[in-house]
C-alpha cells in the first residue's frame, strides 16, 4: 500500500488520545485544480477534551497570507495552531502524516 492510499484510508476516522484529546482525519480525492493541484482535499485535526480544535492541518478553505509586505498568495494548504493559521507546503501524503504527527506530540508534551 502506498502512502496515498495510507492517507485515503484514514478517512472518517477518530482516535482517541491521553488526557482526553483526539485525533480526526478527512482525506479524499478531487479533480486537480489551482486550490488543490495535488488533488486531494483533506483535514487532520486534534482537539482537547472541551472538543475545541487545537491544531489543524487541512486544505478545505482558502485564506490569505498576514505577511505585511509581498504578494498576497491565496493559499489552501495551512495549519490551524489554535488561533494562528500558517501556510503549509504539500510535498506528500507521507510529508502531511509525519509533520502532523509530531506537531500532534509536540502539542500534547507541552500543554498537559
Known sequence: MNDLENLLN?????????N??????EAHKVLPSKAIPHGIK????????????VIGYDNAHSYKSSKKYG?????????????????YE?????????DFWESVEYYMENNR
Open 42 to 53: 483533506y483535514s487532520l485535526t486534534l482537539h482537547d477534551k472541551r472538543n475545541q480544535r
Open 20 to 25: 482526553g484529546y483526539w485525533v480526526k482525519f
Open 90 to 98: 504539500f510535498e506528500s501524503a507521507l510529508q502531511l502524516l509525519e
Open 10 to 18: 484514514l478517512d472518517g476516522e477518530t482516535f482517541p488520545m491521553d
Open 71 to 87: 504578494a498576497k498568495k491565496q493559499t489552501y494548504d495551512h495549519i490551524h495552531n489554535q488561533m494562528d493559521i500558517v501556510s
